[in-house]
């Protein structure tokens, strides 16, 4: 049973910079891609950034590329989110995940692509 636990997020106005952390227990990161999604009160859950399982790659939805960047430490089993030049429009309760498949040959960025969940992390943005 793989367990996700996300950090990190608080209350930031705009302009401002979060480092969310997402540490996971049993073969995840090093074995599978991770990610991030972000849902924001009544909106669907969306795709953020997400990283390949080796590291190696990654893929990042195109409102926050340039600002936002998914890393990893495969040795702690941790994937991080540094979010720069926040937005209000960020505001929302980011969640990691754990792709399905292993060592995939691509970034995973589908909803459907991941099968562990965290509980999330809140991300308020202040204008």
């Known amino acids: 049973q793989v367990q996700l636990v996300e950090s990190g997020g608080g209350l930031v106005q705009a302009g401002g910079s979060l480092k969310l952390s997402c540490a996971a227990s049993?073969?995840?990161?090093?074995?599978?891609?991770m990610g991030w999604f972000r849902q924001a009160p009544g909106k669907e859950r969306e795709f953020v950034a997400a990283?390949?399982?080796?590291?190696?790659?990654?893929d990042y939805q195109y409102s926050v590329k340039g600002r936002f960047t998914i890393s990893g430490d495969i040795a702690k089993n941790t994937v991080y989110l540094q979010m720069n030049s926040l937005k209000p429009e960020d505001t929302a309760v980011y969640s990691c995940?754990?792709?399905?498949?292993?060592?995939?040959?691509?970034?995973?960025?589908?909803?459907?692509?991941?099968?562990?969940w965290g509980q999330g992390t809140q991300v308020t943005v202040s204008s």
């Open positions: 995940a754990v792709e399905r498949g292993l060592r995939s040959p691509r970034v995973a960025t589908r909803l459907d692509d991941f099968g562990s």
């Open positions: 049993g073969r995840t990161f090093g074995y599978r891609g």
């Open positions: 990283i390949s399982w080796n590291g190696g790659f990654a």
